[in-house]
């Protein structure tokens, strides 16, 4: 069966007074592409994020083969 897989690492998140900054790396570390998808950024009163909470940016990923990786970086700001 050839599925993909996609997880996300962390590589950095910088907060200032009225933004946010994120560094993430996302890997398909399944055995087939994964198709356009779409990454939400969630802002949570706990530890616990769930499409309940504060939906505050989205990136697309486009179409990502096998064993391969992705870097996004995001700035949001949390005025608007």
Do not use: R, W
């Amino acid at each position: 069966l050839v599925s993909p897989n996609l997880t996300k690492q962390t590589d950095g998140i910088s907060i200032n007074e009225n933004s946010i900054s994120f560094n993430i790396t996302v890997v398909n570390n399944g055995t087939g592409t994964a198709g356009t998808t779409n990454i939400g950024y969630y802002a949570s009163t706990n530890n616990s994020i769930t499409t309940s909470d504060c939906l505050i940016g989205t990136d697309a990923v486009n179409t990502l083969t096998s064993g391969n990786t992705i870097t996004l970086n995001k700035s949001i700001d949390l005025c608007n």
